[in-house]
């Protein structure tokens, strides 16, 4: 399998973008809460069953520029397998012929790939899975979701820059 220039680009993106996120969880110092059982099992239903909705208030792309969408948050939503992202987007895009869209992402699809893990280290849950979009587009997507509530969700692609969504669980 030869690497293009294009995975490669995208492969550095998204190993940047994940270590700047890892150096911003672990940064924050200061001492660890611990996590009853019980959070522990409301968030493993969560990611175990599949059904929830994430809300996302605040955006941050490649570069760090962030962008407050409590006025206008966008979501994604999680149903099973299926998947429904409607989520505002600043960023570079590669091909813009095959996304004609008014400054977002928007798509219905089914989820592959997922995954999910306890994490004890950081205090969370990490859901991890893909789907594609027209064919022409396949998101990665990274869920992080912590005890209260509060998530994060990265998104990577081969037609976009990396971008990374704080919010909740709703």
Sequence with gaps: MQCTPMKTKIGMLSCFFMAVQLLTLTGCGGSKEIIS????????NTVK???????????ETYGSVQENLTDNPGYLKMDGDQVTISLRYF??????????????IRLEGTASNIRGDRNDQDGCYDLNFSVEKNKSETLLCHLRIFPNNQA???LNSDLRSAVLYYGYIN
């Design 37 to 44: 059982e019980e959070r522990w099992q409301h968030m493993e």
């Design 49 to 59: 069953d599949q059904k929830f909705t994430f809300v996302g208030n605040r955006i």
């Design 91 to 104: 960023g570079s895009v590669e091909m813009v012929n095959t996304l004609r869209e008014s400054g977002g």
């Design 152 to 154: 994060r969700l990265t």
